[in-house]
C-alpha cells in the first residue's frame, strides 16, 4: 500500500538579518603586530574623538545588540594583554576608550545567512496554558553563515488538535550565551589517573610535556594532533591516545540570559573542537528512572580536519553543558540516544562504518564501547548508505525509528524501521519503499536531492517530521502512525 504522507504548509527559510556580534582578530602574517597597531591608533585618540567615534558605533548598532557595551567591553577583555604591551597599563584607559578599542576586534556574523536545515522537534518543558489535543514544542535547527560556519538555534510553536503547526515569530534580537564556564585539568591529577589506569607509553610524556600545569580539552586535542605529525603510530600507542581523550570527560557550561526568548538564543561554537562548526544536533526528551526529564542532543563539533562527536544536556533550555562522547564506536557522525534506559543501560543508534546502522548500549551516558548491528543497505533507493534521522520514539509495537537513505545519483529520502521494544537489537519491521522522497520545490537548494531529519514525534496519533530540504531550508510532514506501523510490520523480507 501506499503511504498518506501530508506535507505542512510550514517552511522555514534562512535569514540574513539575524546577527550576533562575535570576536574579530584581523589578519595578517603576524596578527599580534596588526593588533598591536590598532590599539596604538586608538590610544592615540584624543578624549573627542573617542566620544565621537564611539556615539556613532552605539547608534548604528545598539537596536541590533540586546547589550552591545557588554559585548565591546568583553571583546577588549580578549585583547587585554595586548593593550598591556602597547599601554603598559589599562587604569589610565577610560571604559569609553576600552569600548571602543574593543570594537574594533568585534564584527557581525549572520548565523543562518546560508542555510536553515536538518530540524529536530520535541515537546517542550512547558506545557501549561493549552487547549485540550494541544503540544508546544520546541524545533532546533542547524543555523549556517559565512563560511558554513554551523551553530543550533531553536523555534518554539504549538501543534494543535488537527496536528496544525504554529509557531511564535522569532525574537529581533539574538543572543550568545552570557556565561561560558570551561572544565580546567590539573595535569597532575590526570597523570595520576592515567597511572591508575596502567597507561605509561612513551606517547603520554610527548603529549603532555606540550601542555602547562592546567590545561582545556581543546590544548590536549591539539597537543596530541602535533605529537601524531611526529611519531609513527603503532597500533598500541593509537590505543593510548584513545585512552588519554576518553579520560578527558571535558566539558563546559553555557547559560543564557533569562530575558531572551528561546528563538534569540543560539548555541555558538565554543570549543577547540568545534570552530568550525555544530552540526545536526538531534535532541530528544529523557525519562530517566526516577521520572526526571533531560533534554539530551547528540551533535558533530567540527575543527576543520577532524569530527568529534559531542553531548548537550539540558532542563529548560537556557542552561546547557556540553561534554564529549567517549568511545571505541562514537567515533562517526549519526548518533541518536533512545529517550529512557533499556534493561537498565543507555541505549543509542550509531553509524560507525558510515553505511550501516548500529546499537550501542552503556552503563555511562558519555562512554560507549560496544556495538551490534542491525540495519544495512538492502533496497536499491539506500545501496550507497543509511543512517538514523534522530531518537528513536517508544510506541506499542516496537521502537519507530525514522532513517535515511542515499541511493542512486545520490539522492537521500527517509525511511523507517520497527526494533523489538525489549531488545531494539532486533529489527522487526522495515519501509520497501521510501516514507518521503525530495519533491520538485525540495530537490532543489544548496545540495540538490537531499531531504533530511534530525528527530520527529508522535502527536495525536500521527508522526510528525521535521526536515531538511536540499541543505538549505526546512519543512514538515505527517503520516498516520497506526498506517505507518501496519506497513513496517507487513514487511517481513528482511527476516
Known amino acids: 500500500m501506499s503511504l498518506t504522507v501530508t506535507r505542512k504548509s510550514n517552511r522555514f527559510y534562512p535569514d540574513s538579518k539575524r546577527v550576533i556580534a562575535r570576536l574579530f582578530m584581523p589578519r595578517m602574517n603576524n596578527s599580534f603586530d596588526r593588533a598591536q597597531s590598532i590599539i596604538q591608533k586608538v590610544i592615540n585618540l584624543s578624549d573627542d574623538d573617542v566620544n565621537l567615534t564611539l556615539n556613532q558605533i552605539l547608534r548604528d548598532f545598539a537596536k541590533r545588540h540586546r547589550n552591545i557595551t557588554k559585548t565591546l567591553e568583553n571583546h577588549f577583555n580578549n585583547v ?57 514544542i520546541i524545533v532546533s535547527f542547524r543555523a549556517t553563515g559565512e563560511g558554513h560556519l554551523s551553530s543550533i538555534v531553536f523555534r518554539r510553536g504549538i501543534i494543535d488538535k488537527n496536528n496544525n503547526l504554529n509557531f511564535a515569530q522569532p525574537g529581533k534580537l539574538v543572543d550568545i550565551p552570557e556565561v561560558i564556564k570551561r572544565h580546567v585539568y590539573n595535569k597532575k591529577n590526570f597523570l595520576k589517573k592515567l597511572d591508575e589506569m596502567h597507561i605509561h607509553k612513551d606517547v603520554v610524556g610527548m603529549v603532555m610535556d606540550r601542555l602547562g600545569d592546567t590545561f582545556i580539552y581543546g590544548e590536549l586535542q591539539a597537543s596530541i594532533s602535533e605529537t601524531i605529525k611526529n611519531i609513527k603510530i603503532t597500533p598500541s600507542k593509537k590505543k593510548v591516545i584513545q585512552s588519554m581523550s576518553w579520560l578527558a570527560d571535558s566539558h563546559y557550561k553555557v547559560t543564557f540570559s533569562l530575558d531572551t526568548a528561546i528563538s534569540e538564543r543560539v ?65 562517526n557522525k549519526d548518533l541518536a540516544l533512545f529517550p529512557r534506559k533499556i534493561n537498565g543501560k543507555y541505549a543509542m543508534i550509531s553509524r560507525i562504518d558510515g553505511v550501516n546502522n548500529y546499537i550501542m548500549f552503556s552503563d555511562k551516558i558519555n562512554l560507549w564501547q560496544n556495538v551490534k548491528k542491525v540495519q544495512e543497505p538492502k533496497y536499491t533507493w539506500e545501496f550507497i548508505q543509511i543512517g538514523n534521522c534522530g531518537s528513536p520514539i517508544e510506541t506499542e509495537k516496537g521502537w519507530l525509528l525514522i532513517t535515511h537513505a542515499v541511493g542512486p545519483m545520490r539522492r537521500y529520502s527517509l525511511g523507517a524501521i520497527l526494533l523489538d521494544l525489549e531488545d531494539p537489537s532486533k529489527l522487526i519491521g522495515q519501509l520497501r519503499k521510501p516514507l518521503l522522497i525530495p519533491n520538485d ?17 508522535i502527536h495525536n496519533n500521527e508522526l510528525i517530521i521535521p526536515y531538511a530540504m536540499a541543505d538549505f531550508a526546512s519543512s514538515f510532514a505527517s503520516v498516520p502512525l497506526d498506517e505507518l506501523l501496519d506497513e513496517l510490520l507487513n514487511n517481513k523480507s528482511f527476516v
Open 80 to 136: 587585554k594583554d595586548i593593550v598591556k604591551k602597547v599601554n603598559g597599563d589599562l587604569e589610565p584607559l577610560s571604559l569609553k576608550r576600552k569600548l571602543l578599542i574593543g570594537s574594533y576586534f568585534t564584527m557581525e556574523y549572520a548565523i543562518e545567512s546560508a542555510a536553515f536545515f536538518n530540524p529536530s522537534i520535541v515537546e517542550a518543558p512547558d506545557q501549561t496554558d493549552l487547549e485540550e489535543g494541544q503540544k508546544r
Open 267 to 331: 548555541i555558538f561554537p565554543v570549543s577547540y573542537t568545534e570552530k568550525n562548526g555544530i552540526e545536526d544536533a538531534r535532541f530528544v526528551r529523557f525519562i530517566d528512572d526516577d521520572g526526571c526529564i533531560t533534554y539530551y542532543a547528540t551533535y558533530t563539533a567540527y575543527n576543520g580536519f577532524a569530527i568529534l562527536p559531542k553531548l548537550i544536556d539540558t532542563k529548560d533550555f537556557y542552561n546547557f553543558r556540553i561534554l564529549p562522547l567517549n568511545g571505541e564506536y562514537v567515533q
Open 441 to 457: 520545490e525540495e530537490r532543489e537548494g544548496y545540495v540538490p536531492n537531499v531531504v533530511y531529519s534530525c528527530g520527529s514525534i
